[in-house]
């Protein structure tokens, strides 16, 4: 749906855009519309540079306002340490980098187009005939000067006309359709390109979403690929316009006069220099703008999403005084490119009304010589074909400029999808089915940033249907332990086996669904109970679904609501509690019915009542099941078979509640401060009632 709609709103653009090109197109050529067709350029630029201005001071403007509408203060020193790397960001902004490298690049968005070869040739049909019926009417306006006028052939005047009216109307015709096709390409290969960052996205591993942010990857896909478009748009069309609209203005000048088409041709190439020069200069400014802009809004996003955790105190001034110097670098870039354009926009003009000087110069001095045979009308051609001829190289230029800033945009998105994945299938990975749920780690050995290991040489042994307990300080390694069963990071040393096979030899999909992994963040999707269950089995039965809530004792809470399983969850949703949220998450596990289950903790932050539903749930999945749970409270640990104490990333401990015990180390000292704890927790409740 949103896509018909963005393609609507496209193809309307794209029609009010052809309109335009239209009524541009039929009047070039005088000489008053020339200047208002510049005039129309620089006020082009002009606007987009006001844009960006006014985009950012309206972003200033929205965090002023959120800082006045809301008094939690913290929030603004998270804004604080969030004007900084923004700041640091828009300093590093450098210039970009010449042709040469982004050639790569360029073969990369050909081989998008290789699908689409049928429009290639339309549009190459198209350009043809628009460079061939533009170049009509200077030819046909001479021969009325020369015939009609000269020769006094009234007659012909009106075929002439006829000639020149019908061409007009061609060339509006081929070039609406040429800009129509190229959209429409544009269009698939756009979607081509985001459908295939995003996929690139879903098959990452987890190592590469803890280095790049939210954010980035969002802007990457939409302010970046935006660059690209705007250049897929136009590129192809202009390129052929410029080389076909050359070759059909020689063929017509050349028979006239060799030398007179020498001088023509040879103020192109620097008027081609000087435009070329005023894109590419500018275009990375205006680039580094968007940068600026678009870092903002992330950042602006990322905060957003922490704003509710904040405290109160304040940091207004500091917060401003961030925004001001993030601006002044955006002003000083505008202004540069302000700068770069007064020096580069009057040059091509006046390199054009040189090179018609020197043809009539040359045209006076060889019209005098005796015997010649060029005539009035010729010489007024060849300036027409001339002024003709800058509009294609002038629009030539600034394709070269948009593919600079394109090219940057492609490089940011192609940089994420290529990025390596760490974690992936073996080549001769195997659907294995996991049977009895025997779980061995050996000398295992894991970081996540290397030479800094945050597990050391761990080895244990879990019995099918056992349950062990892992323990430890925040920080020592736990969850680092469970994300390595299923695969989600790999270990650097040692092996971990499921009956006996190293995980490795599974496919990743086979053994990521035969693990239920229930982890610490509660995440639901928006949708509705039903689905949020069924999420790691979308065809799961509903009988299926029902056992799976049933053993996480969570159907009791669902079945009396008025919608049932069907109720929706999240954003629009109906609310639940930490408790009952988790207790979801833990059918979700289930649903796939694993041998294995991995538990971070869930319990850490919850209340006693809430605290006792998710015990009994946990107790119930558990049974029958291989488990590894990550526990602070001893109502968990003490239904576990066996306890493993982290230290540091080594076993510190490993063995029964009784051999803990008995050994008198860490286990002992752990669980005697907590019983005491929690004995005058008891203590102080009873007290208070
Ligand atoms: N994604 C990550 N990237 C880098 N370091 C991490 C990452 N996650 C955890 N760590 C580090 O690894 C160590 C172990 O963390 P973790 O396994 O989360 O401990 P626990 O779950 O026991 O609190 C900590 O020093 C932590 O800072
Ligand atoms: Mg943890």
Redesign the pocket.
Known sequence: MHDLAVSIDGSIAKVENSLQRLCRGITRGTSKIREYTAKLISEHIEKIRIQLVNKLHALVRYLLKLYINSRCIHYFKTIMSIAKPLLDYAKSLKPQKGFTQSFSAFKRLMQYHRRYYWFIVAIVILALIRSILFAVEPLYTTLIINNVIGENKTNLLWSYLLVIILAGIGYAISNFILIFVHGVMSQYIVRDIRTEYYRSLQSKS??FY?SVGVGDLTSRATVDLQLVDQFLRTWLGTILNAVFTTIVIIVIIYPISLIMTLISMATMPLIFYFTTRLWLDTMPLFRNMQLIIGRLSSYIQQNIVGMKTVRIFRREKDLVEGFKQVEQIYVNTAITAGKIQSIYMPLGPAILTLGIALVYVYAGYSISIPGSTLTIGAIILFARYMLRLTFPIRDLSQTLGTWITAYAGLERILQMEDAPRTVEDLPDAKDIKIEKGKLELENVTF???KDRP?LNNVTFTVQPGEKIAVL??????????I?LIPRFYDAQAGSIRIDGTDIRQFKLASLRQQIGVVLQDVFLFSGTIKENIAFGKPDASIDEIVQAAKAAKIHDFIEPLPRGYDTLVGERGVTLSGGQKQRITIARALVTNPRILIM??SLSFVDAKTEQEIQSAIEEATRTRTTLI?AQRFSTIKTADKILV?EN?SIAEFGTHDELIAKNGIYKKVYETQFVQKASTILEETGDA
């Open positions: 987890f190592s803890d970081g996540y940033v945050v430890g300080a925040t920080g020592s390694g736990k969850s680092s332990l994300y971070d903790d990550i982290l990333g």
